[in-house]
């Protein structure tokens, strides 16, 4: 099987209206730079994004909120991005929002078959609305269930032809749990190496969660907020 396609354009072409798509990266940090260009190119509609954070305006995921291509966001932060604002506010996107490490862990539980969990996040707050609790040791826990995709995006340092995956640095931080975590999971990395050539101690993803992957090019890799003292 060929996991190596030519461009991000083609990898994301089967990428339909009212598909679920996460998108990896923390802030602008490991975020699939080319294949979220490529599918604002594709111009699909009615995308339901799952991603810690919707980037910022006019890059990220921001350039795909601009295009009116989500109709539903589910993360955990969504500070940094006026027009996200501006939309919730007049009613024309849906937002999910989820405590960060109960997003992290549901989108872990899809990718290792548990289909659901409890935590104690969230207990006693509006994240408790309509949720099963239990009791167990004397503390309340909240049922959350996992959290899977049709597609996912995701950026890592270096791809064998296989599709093993090794990260650099904050990159390693929702790409590894949402290759596991989708139908078809779409890698683009920024070298191609033969399968083999990677030091297997050093490989995260393993290739049989990789469908797809591309080399990237040409990244701005943005600073979200520069902080100077």
């Given at each position: 099987?060929?996991?190596?396609?030519?461009?991000?354009?083609?990898?994301?072409?089967?990428?339909?209206?009212?598909?679920?798509?996460m998108l990896?990266?923390?802030?602008?940090c490991?975020?699939?730079?080319?294949?979220?260009?490529?599918?604002?190119?594709?111009?699909?509609?009615?995308?339901?994004?799952?991603?810690?954070?919707?980037?910022?305006d006019n890059f990220g995921m921001g350039l795909m909120l601009a295009a009116d291509m989500i109709a539903m966001h589910?993360?955990?932060?969504?500070?940094?991005?006026?027009?996200?604002?501006?939309r919730v506010l007049a009613g024309t996107l849906a937002v999910n929002l989820i405590p960060q490490g109960t997003l992290a862990e549901r989108i872990r539980a899809a990718g290792a078959g548990i289909p659901a969990f409890y935590t104690a996040t969230g207990v006693g707050t509006i994240v408790a609305e309509g949720k099963d609790t239990?009791?167990?040791?004397?503390?309340?826990y909240l049922l959350e269930h996992a959290l899977d995709a049709d597609f996912a995006l995701i950026k890592a340092?270096?791809?064998?032809?296989?599709?093993?995956?090794?990260?650099?640095?904050?990159?390693?931080?929702?790409?590894?749990?949402?290759?596991?975590?989708?139908?078809?999971?779409?890698?683009?990395?920024?070298?191609?190496?033969e399968a083999g050539s990677l030091d297997p101690d050093s490989v995260v993803t393993p290739g049989i969660y990789v469908d797809r992957l591309i080399q990237g090019q040409h990244y701005e890799k943005r600073i979200e907020r520069r902080v100077t003292r």
């Open positions: 099987m060929n996991k190596v396609f030519l461009s991000a354009d083609e990898a994301v072409t089967d990428i339909r209206d009212g598909a679920t798509v990896g990266g923390f802030g602008l490991g975020i699939p730079e080319n294949l979220i260009a490529a599918l604002v190119r594709n111009g699909v509609r009615r995308l339901n994004t799952i991603s810690n954070n919707m980037g910022i589910t993360g955990s932060y969504v500070g940094e991005n006026k027009l996200l604002e501006s239990r009791e167990f040791g004397g503390r309340m340092w270096k791809g064998d032809t296989a599709g093993n995956l090794v990260y650099r640095k904050t990159a390693r931080n929702f790409n590894p749990i949402m290759a596991s975590a989708a139908t078809i999971t779409i890698a683009e990395v920024e070298e191609i190496v």
